[in-house]
């Protein structure tokens, strides 16, 4: 069985630029998040998707993040436009049920020069 | 708000035994995974507790206290695969959103 695939896995752009970062839950996962490491600090949880729908998005930075997850698979996740402290590792996770063990991606590593 | 504090870095030969705290401070707790994350890899899974107590999983122990916002992961008979990072994380009130400490890097020696 496939895993969280995310894509790309690394990122270079510059400040202004927009990104946009894939991730493919494991099959039949309803629910799929998004977290971010930030350099030095703890992983932060972005929002949670239950099929298309966001049930939790309080940890969006800004209105320059924005997530989507159109049909319910696949999720994507854009910064537009891209600052200086975006820099970090978004990793996505999907679980079969809500609060149960979350499957993580390898992460996609975001550098915003 | 929430906080978890892990230690950032512990050293250790093969062969030992290796114990990782973390302490919490929550608004609300439902339980603790502990995960670990190989440098560029995935977090992985590797023990979920709720109730006080210990739970074993092979080598790699978890343990609970509710009351005193404290848990430890037990990693004995260390390989040098062990060397991770591991990381604790409390799910909240609403039971699906994961507050993580900093991690604590485990650095295995021959």
């Known amino acids: 069985e496939a895993g969280v695939t995310q894509f790309p896995s690394h990122s270079v752009i510059e400040k202004g630029q927009t990104v946009t970062l894939r991730c493919d839950p494991i099959s039949g996962h309803d629910n799929l998040y998004w977290y971010r490491r930030v350099m030095g600090k703890e992983i932060k949880f972005l929002l949670h998707?239950?099929?298309?729908?966001?049930?939790?998005e309080s940890g969006m930075p800004n209105n320059r993040f924005l997530a989507e997850r159109t049909g319910g698979t696949y999720s994507t996740l854009k910064v537009q436009p891209a600052e200086l402290e975006d820099s970090g590792v978004y990793f996505c996770?999907?679980?079969?049920?809500?609060?149960?063990?979350?499957?993580f991606g390898e992460g996609s590593r975001l550098t915003v020069l | 708000g929430q906080s978890l504090e892990q230690p950032s870095e512990v050293t250790a030969v093969e062969g030992a035994i290796v114990q990782i705290n973390c302490t919490y401070q929550t608004s609300g707790f439902n339980g603790l995974f502990w995960y670990q994350q190989h440098a560029g890899e995935a977090p992985t899974f590797l023990s979920y507790?709720?109730?006080?107590g210990l739970e074993e999983t092979g080598r790699f122990s978890s343990f609970l206290s509710r009351s005193k916002g404290y848990s430890y992961l037990l990693l004995k008979e260390l390989q040098m695969k062990d060397s991770a990072s591991y990381l604790c994380a409390v799910t909240l009130p609403d039971g699906y959103k994961l507050s993580f400490g900093a991690g604590t890097t485990v650095t295995v020696r021959a």
């Open positions: 996770a999907s679980s079969h049920q809500a609060g149960g063990e979350l499957f």
């Open positions: 998707f239950v099929k298309e729908s966001k049930q939790d």
């Open positions: 507790n709720v109730l006080d």
